[in-house]
């Protein structure tokens, strides 16, 4: 892993759930039997589920489908009733931006469900791409017959215990609802949920010794003839893989592995990136800004993985380099421990805030981390540093969103950024990512507006040249992110959710 990297937000967003700078994923699962849409729901149990009926219909010999959120566009299918893929996404959607892929969500939603749910732990990938329209039918439904069912996962790349052991998982985990299925549960009312197994909130192998001591109330497995494909499911290889995986131990390792090979099919045209580890040492929030002398300000955040140290009363310190490359005669900048860490499931993280006037500028920093019990570390991000632009800097403070609608019904978002003065660093551009609803899909399209920025300010601070751009943005997607781009260099990835409502 090398700073910066496009898998940066999916990180945090995976293992930053509670605490100081927490994203929260989790909150839509925890407890695992919670809904926030009340009874009769689960959203851990379609989180699962959505990510299966999203994957199932790969193609493992053309290579086509996959997790590629497609399903997005096939809702309205027979195989795809009920509300579990629209609350997903629904849920999700708060955390879909230019750099997250609703796909990688769909991931991304399976590792915390499991987890909520005292599942094993499975490692993420990031790098799926969403489909831009519906791919192939071919979602198994209850009332298919065995040889299809087989066929479906075979067309998949998954053999006949692979099928037996994924839905055993999968069915781990809530139920069948009355309101979608009443032939099965025979109850058509809008709580209806007739479980899986007796553990329905646990992610445990009750679904698999419900059913091998013959007291499974499975409507899959009890429910009418011709609607109960887990019965064929499991009884496929005569109850041989029921009965492999039905202690604790083998369930949890089997799932473990079943469900990672699930949620990394991919279409053949996607490369998943390496597992996201927790990174140990990640700047975050990093901005460089003007202090109110106009000396050039570097501020940001180290955010420090601690779980796996002894010894997390720390000492970290930047050391830069200017704009120049040079090493400055003071280039240690201090840092504040912030009194409050940020966790998940998997991690804890220390963050350690600094501002530091740059009057020559930054190009590249290292980080140090010193124990109070002793010793040094240092970061320098594989080699080279962690590299900063100070060419082109989005100023916050002068830039503003307001919510009053202008003649076209929208809102007006204004960018201010200071660009260094130099003749080869011309006609700085402002790109918007415009979000577009889709009629009928939770998820709406993503594309970047750019537009030219133009010369506000030639003297406000020493060496810049602020300009400004204007943007009419759709209310719509008054949430989004936006970057100010000279040339190569660019202040990229501001949200826009953080802007003041008032320009100054
Ligand atoms: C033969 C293959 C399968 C069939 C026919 C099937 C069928 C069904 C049906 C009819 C429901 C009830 C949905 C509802 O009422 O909301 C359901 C629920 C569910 N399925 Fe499957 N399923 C299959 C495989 C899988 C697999 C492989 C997984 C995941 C690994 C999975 C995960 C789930 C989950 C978590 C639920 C509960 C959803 C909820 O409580 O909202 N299923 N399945």
Same mark, same amino acid.
């Given at each position: 892993y090398t700073w910066p990297s496009n898998i940066d937000y999916l990180e945090g967003v995976m293992y930053q759930q509670a605490g100081y700078r927490r994203f929260g994923v989790i909150d839509g699962v925890t407890p695992c039997s919670f809904s926030s849409e009340g009874e009769g729901k689960q959203a851990a149990a379609e989180w699962v589920r959505t990510a299966f009926h999203d994957m199932i219909t790969h193609n493992a010999a053309d290579g086509t489908g996959g997790m590629d959120a497609s399903i997005m566009f096939e809702m309205d299918r027979p195989e795809n009733p009920g509300s579990a893929f629209n609350s997903t996404m629904n849920f999700m959607i708060n955390f879909y931006n230019i750099q997250t892929s609703m796909a990688d969500l769909f991931a991304l939603a399976v590792y915390a469900a499991v987890r909520a749910c005292g599942?094993?732990?499975?490692?993420?990938?990031?790098?799926?791409?969403?489909?831009?329209?519906?791919?192939?039918?071919?979602?198994?439904?209850?009332?298919?017959?065995?040889?299809?069912?087989?066929?479906?996962?075979?067309?998949?790349?998954?053999?006949?215990?692979?099928?037996?052991?994924?839905?055993?998982?999968?069915?781990?985990?809530?139920?069948?609802?009355?309101?979608?299925?009443?032939?099965?549960?025979?109850?058509n009312s809008s709580t209806n949920f007739v479980h899986f197994d007796s553990t329905f909130s646990s992610f445990d192998s009750a679904i698999v010794t419900d059913y091998l001591g013959g007291a499974t109330g499975n409507p899959l497995v009890v429910g009418p003839e011709g609607s109960n494909s887990d019965?064929?499911?499991?009884?496929?290889?005569?109850?041989?893989?029921?009965?492999?995986?039905?202690?604790?131990?083998?369930? +949890?390792?089997?799932?473990?592995?079943?469900?990672?090979?699930? $949620?990394?099919?991919?279409?053949?045209?996607?490369?998943?990136?390496? $597992?996201?580890?927790?990174?140990?040492?990640?700047?975050?929030?990093?901005?460089?800004?003007?202090?109110?002398?106009? @000396?050039?300000?570097?501020?940001?955040?180290?955010?420090?993985?601690?779980?796996?140290?002894?010894?997390?009363?720390l000492t970290?310190?930047?050391?830069?380099?200017?704009?120049?490359?040079?090493?400055?005669?003071?280039?240690?900048?201090? @840092?504040?421990?912030?009194?409050?860490?940020?966790?998940?499931?998997?991690?804890?993280?220390?963050?350690?805030?600094?501002?530091?006037?740059?009057?020559?500028? $930054?190009?590249?920093?290292?980080?140090?981390?010193?124990?109070? +019990?002793?010793?040094?570390?240092?970061?320098?991000?594989?080699?080279?540093?962690?590299? $900063?632009?100070?060419?082109?800097?989005?100023?916050?403070?002068?830039s503003c969103l307001v919510q009053e609608t202008d003649a076209n019904g929208n809102w007006n978002l204004t960018a201010v950024a200071a660009v260094r003065n130099d003749e080869s660093l011309t006609n700085p551009s402002f790109d918007v990512v415009v979000k577009t609803p889709r009629i009928g899909i939770p998820v709406p399209s993503l594309a970047v507006e750019s537009s030219a920025m133009e010369v506000w300010n030639t003297d406000a601070y020493k060496g810049f040249t602020l300009y400004t751009g204007h943007f009419s943005l759709p209310i719509y997607s008054w949430s989004t992110t936006f970057d100010v781009t000279v040339g190569e260099y660019s202040d990229s990835f501001k949200f826009s959710t953080a802007l003041s409502g008032t320009c100054s």
């Open positions: 599942g094993p732990r499975l490692s993420m990938r990031g790098g799926r791409v969403d489909a831009t329209g519906p791919g192939v039918a071919g979602v198994p439904e209850p009332t298919d017959d065995l040889e299809t069912i087989v066929a479906q996962f075979a067309t998949a790349g998954f053999n006949t215990t692979e099928m037996i052991q994924m839905v055993a998982c999968g069915h781990s985990l809530g139920g069948v609802h009355g309101i979608d299925f009443p032939d099965i549960t025979g109850d019965l064929l499911v499991f009884t496929a290889d005569g109850n041989a893989t029921m009965r492999s995986i039905s202690d604790a131990l083998s369930f +949890s390792n089997t799932c473990q592995a079943i469900l990672q090979r699930m $949620i990394d099919v991919v279409p053949s045209s996607v490369t998943l990136s390496a $597992i996201i580890d927790s990174i140990p040492i990640k700047p975050v929030a990093i901005q460089l800004t003007f202090d109110s002398s106009g @000396t050039l300000a570097f501020t940001g955040e180290i955010r420090v993985l601690i779980s796996d140290r002894d010894d997390t009363e970290v310190q930047l050391h830069y380099a200017d704009h120049d490359g040079d090493i400055p005669s003071n280039n240690t900048i201090s @840092t504040a421990e912030i009194h409050s860490t940020g966790y998940g499931y998997d991690a804890e993280f220390k963050f350690y805030a600094f501002s530091a006037a740059v009057p020559n500028g $930054i190009s590249s920093f290292n980080i140090s981390v010193a124990p109070s +019990s002793g010793g040094e570390e240092t970061y320098d991000n594989g080699g080279s540093g962690y590299p $900063i632009q100070d060419n082109i800097i989005f100023l916050s403070s002068h």
